[in-house]
């Protein structure tokens, strides 16, 4: 009798350090997401920074672009040219954020998942 007795206890504490192993799981899936979750936020704000900084470059070359044209000089095609990798950075800065996001996003929708199921293992 004695020993069915131990061996009840012992499972129970089996059983309670499991569910609390499930649930620390758990808690470290959320973060995770969280985490997931505020590097695009911080991804999109970057890119919003840096086209807006090309934007400005791209403005003020354009200055520059019509005073050359008003003004014959060598300026010109150099000024043509920074214009013309300024577009190009902006549209490789919106190609790489757009994959970093959806990289992100993909991480974002594995840990949901995860996070699902390990909620329904502790249900």
């Known amino acids: 009798m004695e020993y069915n007795r131990d061996n009840n206890f012992s499972w129970k504490n089996i059983q309670q350090e ?3 192993q499930r649930e620390q799981e758990l ?3 959320r973060d ?9 936020k911080e991804r999109k704000k970057i890119s919003e920074r840096t086209v807006q900084d090309l934007k400005d470059s791209i403005y003020d070359q354009s200055q520059r672009l019509e005073k050359a044209e ?8 150099r000024v043509r040219d920074r214009l013309e990798r300024l577009y190009r950075d902006i549209r490789n800065e919106y190609s790489s954020r ?4 959806q990289d992100l ?7 949901e998942k995860e996070i699902k ?7």
Request: hydrophobic share 25%.
């Open 105 to 111: 996003k993909r991480e974002k929708r594995e840990l």
């Open 27 to 29: 808690e470290t899936l």
């Open 18 to 20: 499991l569910e609390e």
């Open 32 to 40: 995770q997401l969280q985490q997931v979750q505020q590097q695009i």
């Open 98 to 101: 757009w994959s970093d996001i």
């Open 117 to 123: 199921l390990q909620e329904r293992d502790t249900a």
């Open 70 to 77: 008003n003004n014959p000089e060598p300026d010109e095609t």
